[in-house]
């Protein structure tokens, strides 16, 4: 059983999952954690059932950082040896073939931020702070930082973050495109159960298919893309979906098929 993860699906926000972190009071992000998150996103990436994903740390904080009690007495070689997890476990969102949204509360920062930015959406209180602050501590991110916020919000913008450790609040935060959209503390689970809702009855094959597309091809050549695009779009005519949704658009037009995620 996990200690400080957890799976819990929505009765009222059916097909939605809340992957929620507690590990009081700060949610650092220890090895154990990290193994329990990419434990969660196996799960759900393996449950038909479930439609979307929203992490969530708790009212408080999203999580804090890595825990760097921990890692303080490690050697070169042992964090050799750990580091491949250590960016496995941060990197888990990003694997999960279903849509995504961060619900950020309090701090994402480091490794909370690492973890948050492989999510597909973010949505934050209006008084989170968020950052990688590594350079302060003598290292540099190294749960994805260095590569998944220059792609998101360019590489000016993420040197800067990176190579000053600053904190940034919700504004600058959202001006930046750090994050996706900005709601009332207390507001934000409710705000990102909302959106991962709206792909409950959606195709999900056709989810899958897109979110690979663009994950995989933003990191290659036009070409290469264009080429995934292309065999992605083509296997889908395999798919029940496809045959149930251009039936229902023939028939009724957009927006009213019932998929059945086959």
């Given at each position: 059983?996990?200690?400080?993860?957890?799976?819990?699906?929505?009765?009222?926000?059916?097909?939605?999952?809340?992957?929620?972190?507690?590990?009081p009071p700060m949610n650092a992000l220890n090895a154990a954690l990290l193994r329990e998150?990419?434990?969660?996103?196996?799960?759900?990436?393996?449950?038909?059932?479930?439609?979307a994903v929203v992490v969530y740390g708790g009212e408080k904080v999203f999580a804090a950082g890595a825990d760097i009690k921990e890692?303080?007495?490690?050697?070169?070689?042992?964090?050799?040896?750990?580091?491949?997890?250590l960016q496995s476990g941060l990197g888990?969102?990003?694997?999960?073939?279903?849509?995504?949204?961060?619900?950020?509360?309090?701090?994402?920062?480091?490794?909370?931020?690492e973890l948050a930015l492989g999510a597909d959406r973010r949505i934050a209180g209006d008084n989170v702070k968020v950052g990688l602050p590594e350079i302060l501590l003598g290292v540099i991110p190294g749960g994805g930082g260095t590569q998944r916020l220059p792609r998101l919000i360019g590489t000016a913008k993420a040197k800067d973050?990176?190579?000053?450790?600053?904190?940034?609040?919700?504004?600058?935060?959202?001006?930046?495109?750090?994050?996706?959209?900005?709601?009332?503390?207390?507001?934000?689970?409710?705000?990102?159960?909302e959106w991962a809702s709206r792909f409950q009855g959606a195709a999900s094959v056709a989810?899958?298919?897109?979110?690979?597309?663009?994950?995989?091809?933003?990191q290659t050549s036009l070409d290469a893309g264009l080429a995934l695009e292309e065999e992605l779009f083509?296997?889908?005519?395999?798919?029940?979906d496809r045959s149930?949704?251009?039936a229902s658009f023939i028939e009724n037009g957009p927006g009213k098929a019932k998929f059945v995620g086959r």
């Open positions: 059983m996990a200690e400080f993860v957890t799976v819990q699906k929505q009765a009222e926000h059916p097909g939605v999952a809340v992957i929620r972190l507690d590990r998150v990419s434990a969660a996103a196996d799960q759900v990436s393996a449950d038909p059932e479930v439609r890692m303080a007495t490690l050697t070169k070689d042992e964090m050799a040896a750990r580091a491949g997890e888990a969102l990003a694997r999960i073939p279903k849509p995504t949204v961060a619900a950020i509360t309090g701090y994402a920062l480091g490794g909370g931020l973050l990176i190579f000053s450790g600053r904190f940034v609040g919700a504004n600058e935060a959202l001006q930046l495109g750090v994050v996706d959209e900005v709601v009332a503390p207390d507001e934000v689970l409710r705000a990102a159960l989810l899958a298919a897109a979110k690979r597309a663009v994950d995989e091809g933003v083509a296997s889908l005519f395999g798919t029940e149930i949704g251009m």
